[in-house]
């Protein structure tokens, strides 16, 4: 409700009327985050944040949970530093915040402080007032500043005629009564101070207004100046005159804030008194907090009052934390008088039955209730239905029987009849029909009540009466019948309109059309029986119990489940609930306890008591809240330490490629309650479906250029515009790049020409390899025809003669044994001749482990011959590295001739025969102990020598010689066999 300054001028200054009253308020303590309970001052940034001063640093608050940033401590800051008072802006992200010994400039975004004026124990105090747009403040000295640029810019104050404040002056507030005019006030009086007449070296003309017990200033939404002096409210009309406005008859020295609905509270600075004057009339103020099940009352020690963008007044306190009142919030009146089973209006009062607690009596706003007849209406009865008849008497049906009360309380009528449920049907005011189980009782309701008759019927939860039918809820579904054979007479006909299979509570006649509340939500028919539609609001409530309804005068529907009252919106599309947090009785309600006044007042019973409300106080829409930016990560590592600005560019590293935050709406009294949804543009293809949760999250997200926005909605489900939050730019890999793809394409085309050109290359050296082995083949074949012509040709040729010579019969016959002697033996190096040409084209014998067993056999048999020993220096396992042939024929001959040397010149009686490998390399040495011989005359010497060395070195191999006269002879062979 509003209340205009112009109607507390009418009130004049005279007699003020006190009063009681008591408010609902939430309490923010240390054991919801707040790390001091002391709250010197608090206020609302610009992004809707709450921040509050308190005995232990800056806390922030978004409605949901406390941000602490300290002054951290070190040889300059001390504890003191941390005793913040007073809080002001001084740009968009930057507070200025006053200290018990210095003054700081706080970066919002940043959550750093930065000191701009500290002295110890020199309490400066920050003004509410601004110059040129930035905070003012007063340093010890009675010295006005400016705090500008990170520093404090002294203002010189020229007082008229020397009348200058006394001594000691210590400001208590600050107000800007209009453009021009400046008030300062402290105990003794007012400093005016003109800042439209500033010279160049920032002197002010300055006025000391002496006023005694001055206690604060004030200024109304209509821009008039108030002042609080000792148990009065004076207004200043400038120029240092002032009016009585109020006499409030305080004695005590208070504080004194003025809200937006132009109400005056004033709180005590040394007690626990609040008072609020509206219209005139002064209300002292009791605090009270819903607790769980209990609800307590609070008288805070208040050190300030701020109301927010929303109207929501916070008030700081010495000890009990920071306390919300926000009086748009609803809160249902309540009675705790134990479990309600039914409810109606009679006689301008609500009337409850209870099981076993007996009949109440309420008055509209259940602030008080009365036990009726305890003495006669016992604990022990179960009460179950009300009725009233053409005589303005109650009657009542419980499950011993009916009782009838006349207008005056007394019981006039009682019947005893036992059943477990009872309803009344409201057909006529002739006559009184009430449903017991599933009989139908009838009484006459004229001057002398009696019983007419009892007849068979339905048990029955709900009745109505909807143009010319009947309808009938009760556990076992819905019915429809047609008045006109009468109530008595519908049974026949239920049985086959039946509509519903579900449970149903209650029915209600709503916009022509009707509601029936089941224990699977609600249904709704048209009069002649058709189902209808259902909007989205309705369709959420597919899974309640729907206990009561009852339709407002704004088209709105009010009804009870099992997650407390709810309210329909009059377009059905949107559904609210209300919960303990509005005071309600419990979140459990029961069928058949609901009334409604005739001023459209609602009662609801339920398991503890009953609740009732004004369904007018409630205004679904309001300024739709907005949503912020209040933690950010990129990567998992956060980007500041203090609130994001609110709007963000970031860049995001690929190998950690997630983002993730948190938001928070500026209706922070109410962010608990809130819906969040979140769409990231590029990424997402339609918002998050709404949820209370406020965080969002996206992981691993690919290279891209994305922006974030968010929307939200407050309790009553308003929502918001939707809002950028910020873009995020994640760059692709090189690989994934457009000029990493040209040049890909390039070095895939230029791949493909250097492999199709090394592939036609390798073509053609297969071709020449193929060749040079088919050339290779052919000098093979040559080189063993040669072989075969040069060596057993040769001694084939020498058998023929020697046999030929043998034939002769003139040859004596010691002559023929030696010829024949000759041809075996030419016969038999035929034969290893022949032997060494098939080791030599066998390719299985193309590997070093071959060669060095043939080697092995050779030299053993042929020294064995000559009577020569051998040793052999090999190793046990003989590699089987690859050998060529004609490597392999080389050097066989060549170790062949230097066996040869060493039977034939050397006269050695042994011989020793090392091999080496290493790796792909193999070293060969024959050493005899013959006589030796001088290397200086290897040029008179014959071939033999001079073969052997070109035959290894033809193999790309090395030969030495090493040979002196009686010492025998050494020669080293060393071959790649690559």
Not at 273 to 300: A, C, N, W, Y
Not at 510 to 536: C, M, R, V, Y
Not at 541 to 560: K, P, S
Not at 886 to 892: G, T, Y
Request: charge should be positive; hydrophobic fraction near 35%; include cysteine.
């Amino acid at each position: 409700m509003l209340f205009l300054s112009t109607l507390l001028l009418c009130e004049g200054y005279g007699q003020p009327s006190t009063r009681k009253e008591n408010l609902f308020i939430t309490v923010y303590g240390p054991e919801d985050g707040l790390r001091q309970s002391m709250v010197s001052q608090v206020f609302q940034d610009h992004n809707g944040l709450i921040w509050m001063t308190t005995g232990d640093g800056l806390h922030c608050f978004d409605g949901s949970k406390f941000r602490l940033y300290r002054m951290p401590s070190n040889h300059i800051n001390t504890h003191a530093d941390n005793l913040m008072r007073e809080i002001a802006y001084y740009d968009t992200s930057t507070l200025t915040i006053s200290s018990s010994s210095s003054i700081l400039n706080f970066n919002v975004n940043k959550g750093e402080f930065n000191i701009i004026y500290r002295k110890d124990g020199s309490f400066p105090e920050l003004l509410k007032t601004r110059d040129n747009n930035k905070p003012l403040a007063w340093l010890p000295g009675q010295k006005l500043f400016r705090v500008e640029k990170g520093s404090v810019i002294p203002l010189n104050l020229a007082f008229s005629n020397n009348n200058e404040p006394p001594s000691g002056f210590s400001p208590i507030s600050s107000v800007r009564h209009n453009q021009a005019e400046l008030l300062i006030s402290g105990e003794q009086g007012i400093i005016s101070i003109r800042q439209d007449d500033k010279n160049k070296n920032n002197t002010l003309r300055a006025q000391w207004i002496p006023l005694k017990d001055c206690q604060d200033l004030a200024k109304d939404r209509m821009g008039r100046t108030f002042i609080l002096t000792s148990g009065r409210i004076k207004q200043y009309l400038g120029n240092g005159k002032t009016a009585d406005f109020h006499d409030t008859r305080i004695a005590e020295s208070m504080h004194m804030f003025i809200d937006s609905r132009d109400n005056i509270w004033l709180s005590g600075k040394n007690n626990h008194r609040l008072f609020r004057l509206t219209g005139g009339v002064l209300s002292e103020i009791k605090f009270q907090m819903i607790s769980g099940k209990h609800i307590d009352s609070i008288s805070p020690n208040i050190k300030c009052i701020y109301e927010d963008n929303h109207g929501n007044l916070w008030f700081g306190t010495d000890g009990d934390g920071v306390m919300v009142y926000s009086p748009d919030q609803i809160y249902f009146d309540r009675a705790s008088i134990g479990f309600t089973r039914c409810l109606t209006w009679y006689n301008n009062s609500v009337w409850a039955g209870t099981y076993n607690n007996g009949l109440w009596k309420l008055s509209s706003d259940l602030s008080r209730y009365e036990r009726i007849l305890p003495d006669r209406l016992l604990d022990n009865i179960y009460f179950l239905d009300f009725g009233t008849d053409k005589a303005g008497r109650l009657w009542i049906a419980a499950r011993s029987g009916i009782v009838v009360l006349s207008p005056y309380g007394d019981i006039i009528f009682s019947y005893k009849y036992k059943c477990s449920s009872a309803g009344f049907l409201k057909i006529n005011r002739d006559t009184i029909s009430i449903v017991c189980d599933n009989r139908l009782l009838r009484f006459n309701s004229g001057k002398e009540i009696s019983f007419i008759n009892s007849t068979a019927f339905v048990q029955v939860s709900s009745f109505l009466i909807a143009g010319d039918s009947y309808w009938v809820g009760n556990p076992f579904g819905l019915y429809k019948a047609p008045k006109e054979p009468g109530v008595d007479k519908i049974v026949p006909v239920l049985s086959s309109n039946r509509l519903l299979y579900s449970q149903v509570y209650c029915l209600l006649l709503h916009d022509g059309n009707i509601w029936a509340g089941t224990g699977n939500g609600i249904e709704l028919f048209s009069q002649s029986g058709e189902p209808l539609p259902k909007k989205a609001g309705i369709r959420e409530l597919r899974d309640e119990v729907i206990y009561a309804m009852f339709a407002d005068h704004q088209g709105r529907v009010w009804f009870t489940c099992n997650q407390g009252i709810g309210c329909i919106s009059s377009r059905d599309d949107e559904v609210v609930f209300f919960t303990v947090r509005n005071n309600l009785q419990s979140l459990e309600f029961n069928y058949n306890a609901a009334c409604q006044s005739p001023d459209g007042k609602i009662f609801f019973g339920g398991i503890k008591g009953v609740n009732g409300f004004e369904p007018s106080r409630f205004h679904q829409k309001k300024e739709s809240p907005e949503v912020r930016m209040l933690e950010l990560f990129a990567g998992d590592s956060s980007i500041t330490r203090g609130i994001p600005p609110r709007y963000t560019k970031i860049n995001l590293n690929r190998k950690a490629p997630h983002l993730s935050g948190k938001v928070y709406s500026t209706d922070v009294i109410n962010a608990g309650d809130g819906l969040y949804s979140f769409f990231l543009e590029g990424y997402q293809q339609t918002w998050s479906k709404p949820s209370v949760f406020s965080e969002f999250s996206y992981r691993d997200l690919p290279p891209g250029e994305y922006r974030l926005m968010a929307k939200c909605a407050d309790a009553w489900h308003n929502w918001s515009e939707p809002v950028l939050l910020l873009s995020v730019s994640l760059k692709p890999p090189y690989w994934k790049t457009r000029w990493f793809l040209v040049i890909l394409v390039a070095v895939i085309i230029t791949s493909t020409a250097l492999i199709v050109k090394r592939i036609n290359s390798l073509r053609f050296r297969r071709k020449i390899k193929e060749l040079e082995q088919q050339h290779a083949i052919e000098k093979e074949r040559l080189r063993i025809s040669k072989d075969m012509h040069d060596e057993v040709g040769a001694s084939l040729t020498r058998i023929s003669i020697l046999s030929e010579l043998a034939r002769r019969r003139n040859i004596e016959p010691g002559q023929s044994l030696k010829v024949i002697a000759q041809i075996s033996e030419i016969a038999g190096n035929v034969v290893d001749e022949m032997s060494e040409i098939i080791w030599a084209m066998n390719p299985r014998n193309d590997r070093l482990d071959s060669f060095a067993a043939y080697i092995r056999q050779y030299a053993s048999t042929y020294l064995e011959t000559a009577e020569i020993q051998v040793a052999f220096d090999f190793p046990d396992d003989v590699p089987a590295l690859p050998m060529s042939s004609e490597m392999r024929r080389n050097l066989f001959l060549t170790i062949k001739e230097a066996l040869h040397n060493v039977v034939k010149h050397s006269g050695a009686d042994s011989v020793r025969l090392k091999l080496r490998t290493d790796k792909n390399s193999v070293f060969i040495s024959i050493k005899d102990t013959g006589a030796g011989f001088d290397t200086g005359s290897l040029k008179t010497s014959g071939n033999g020598l001079h073969n052997m060395r070109r035959r290894v070195e033809d193999c790309g191999g090395k030969y030495r010689l090493n040979s002196e006269p009686g010492m025998g002879t050494l020669i080293e062979l060393t071959l790649t066999l690559s």
